[in-house]
């Protein structure tokens, strides 16, 4: 199986957003435009998170998901306010092929459950947000503005253990920061799950990409180094081919 | 070419009916079965568990109109879920029947020879010496797969096609006379995709 490039697009409706460790927003543009503008790269798969989502308990993204189900024919996956089951189902019958549960899962776990029992476990990605915390992570919420408390290690297994299809794992840390992932963070959540990781957080360029692979990543998410010009999905592609990587042409 | 998709409220609908006018054909939605019988291919997408996705065919039904446009031998097409419901039966849902227009059964994956679900871009080939027909035109391309249940198909089945999920042989597609499944998801797998589905939409129409 090929490793995965992801972009990750934080969307402010109506505008593609990036910040600093998920604060100090920048306007770049139309996010619809940038997905289509990945897909024709090359990019194996997009990640539309709406960042306002959970603070106004409403979630207005459908109409940018149904926007790029036409012109976007590889996998989107959506998250950010979703509560409730119904949320969910909106969003895949708007055009997502994934949820990404990050709040609603924390606070209530047999989110996961329910939603897996419609859509299959294969449709629901968890996303953890992990701060460090002494030798360990925890996990945040609300595009990391809220404590939960959790660990991220135990948090990641009970996740799987809800029904969790696959993990897109924050370094809130690293991210925004093109100053490298967080792999010891990858590395230990790998050891103790089975499903695929989606790393995200930090990424600099095609040689980070590669460590990700190394310590386990199934994929990588990356947000500010594609969406800056930093590095091209082409790039990352040949540099993980030319090392031996399994890649989508 | 009319195509109608069959909505049963857990499929992603958009990208199905975009990717379908992407390939130069006319995407009908049906809801209650009535679109089926009048379409010269129908589709049946699905992103969902088994169990839900034929109880809410059965309900609407739509699993009646498509068990005798079976009958009729006219062409249908199950993308990822609606090719595991296009069988008998399935694990995921012991007590749930399928369609039985196909004849198969479905079986969980196996978490000791690969991972489970078995989610991303992976290389498909037609199997053995059965005749490339609307899986390639050429050399095997990658798809992208999401599910954690895999086909298993009669023998006489053909126009095979497989992929490995680990150390896992998967079936990508089976064709059955009228009845085609595929495994991943075309709609979703870039231009190769596209291009896979345009072959077979124009495969199952005979």
């Known amino acids: 199986m090929a490793f995965r490039i992801v972009a990750r697009l934080d969307v402010k409706p109506p505008n593609l957003v990036k910040g600093v460790h998920l604060e100090g927003l920048r306007k770049l543009g139309d996010p619809a435009e940038f997905a289509r503008a990945y897909y024709d790269q090359g990019i194996d798969e997009i990640i539309y998170q709406d960042i306002v989502a959970s603070l106004y308990e409403r979630n207005s993204i459908t109409d940018l998901v149904s926007l790029s189900a036409t012109n976007v024919f590889v996998p989107m996956t959506v998250g950010g306010g979703i509560r409730e089951t119904h949320d969910a189902t909106a969003l895949v019958r708007a055009g997502a092929d994934k949820v990404c549960l990050n709040t609603g899962a924390v606070r209530r776990p047999q989110l996961i459950t329910d939603i897996a029992a419609i859509l299959g476990s294969q449709a629901v990605v968890v996303g953890i947000e992990a701060k460090r915390f002494g030798e360990s992570w925890r996990a945040m919420t609300d595009c990391g503005r809220e404590h939960t408390g959790r660990d991220v290690i135990e948090w990641a297994r009970e996740a799987q253990d809800s029904g969790a299809g696959e993990l897109l794992l924050t370094s809130i840390d690293q991210e925004g920061t093109m100053r490298g992932p967080d792999l010891k963070l990858v590395e230990t959540v790998r050891s103790v799950v089975r499903i695929p990781i989606v790393a995200h957080g930090g990424v600099r360029g095609p040689e980070d990409a590669l460590r990700l692979v190394e310590v386990g990543a199934s994929a990588v998410a990356i947000a500010a180094c594609l969406h800056s010009g930093a590095a091209s999905v082409a790039d990352f592609k040949t540099f993980l081919r030319d090392h031996g990587v399994e890649v989508r042409p | ?206």
């Not at chain 2, 010269?40 to 309900?59: D, H, N, Q």
């Not at chain 2, 029947?97 to 196996?110: E, K, M, Q, S």
């Not at chain 2, 497989?162 to 064709?175: C, Q």
């Open chain 2, 1 to 206: 070419m009319r195509v109608a998709v069959v909505d049963y409220g857990l499929c992603n609908m958009f990208s199905v009916l975009a990717a379908i006018r992407e390939c130069g054909h006319d995407p009908v939605l049906d809801i209650d079965g009535e679109q089926i019988p009048r379409a010269e291919v129908a589709v049946v997408p699905g992103v969902a568990a088994f169990g839900a996705g034929m109880t809410r065919l059965v309900a609407t039904g739509q699993a009646a109109a498509l068990l005798r446009r079976a009958d009729a031998g006219d062409g249908m097409v199950g993308l990822c879920l609606g090719a595991q419901m296009f069988l008998d039966s399935s694990q995921e849902a012991p007590d749930t029947p399928g369609l039985g227009v196909a004849r198969g059964r479905v079986v969980a994956l196996d978490p000791t020879l690969g991972t489970v679900p078995n989610q991303g871009w992976t290389l498909v080939r037609s199997a053995g010496d059965t005749p490339s027909g609307f899986l390639s035109d050429g050399d095997p391309e990658y798809y992208y797969f999401s599910h954690s249940f895999k086909c298993l198909v009669s023998p006489d089945s053909t126009e095979i096609a497989t992929a490995r999920s680990g150390a896992e042989s998967i079936l990508a597609a089976y064709r059955q006379e009228n009845v085609v499944g595929v495994q991943f998801h075309p709609e979703r797998s870039g231009a190769a995709g596209l291009a896979f589905l345009g072959r077979l939409l124009a495969a199952a129409r005979v």
